[in-house]
Nanobody, 127 residues
Framework: QVQLVESGGGLVQPGASLRLSCAAS????????MGWFRQGPGKEREFVAA????????????YYADAVKGRFTISRDNAKNTVYLQMDKLKSEDTATYYC????????????????WGQGTQVTVSS
């Protein structure tokens, strides 16, 4: 059974940092593009960041939404089947449920092209 399990969310003040983790199981995720998406209150799900599949030449290539570029960092540890999202300088507008997703093949920012999803972890940024 394929599973993606997010952790690391919480309530923080503006300017703080959080690191989200996504533990994957049930298949070899090193062949997948891994992404993070978020959905805020009353908003549609949006792309946050992605990192290329390990077997592609772009395995170290990362992609970010403009809203988080320079503040968030995505990384992966294929030995642990885990992907991370380091979030720094958090803002109130980062408040959302964050989802980890896996896509077979190359990068896309389109959530509909992702094949596997986690249940999400809540991030709340508030003073």
């Amino acid at each position: 059974q394929v599973q993606l399990v997010e952790s690391g969310g919480g309530l923080v003040q503006p300017g703080a940092s959080l690191r989200l983790s996504c533990a994957a199981s049930g298949r070899t995720f090193s062949s997948d593009t891994m992404g993070w998406f978020r959905q805020g209150p009353g908003k549609e799900r949006e792309f946050v960041a992605a990192i290329g599949a390990a077997w592609l030449r772009s395995s170290s290539t990362t992609y970010y939404a403009d809203a988080v570029k320079g503040r968030f960092t995505i990384s992966r540890d294929n030995a642990k089947n885990t992907v991370y999202l380091q979030m720094d300088k958090l803002k109130s507008e980062d408040t959302a449920t964050y989802y980890c997703a896996a896509k077979i093949g190359s990068y896309s920012s389109n959530s509909y092209s992702y094949d596997y999803w986690g249940q999400g972890t809540q991030v709340t940024v508030s003073s």
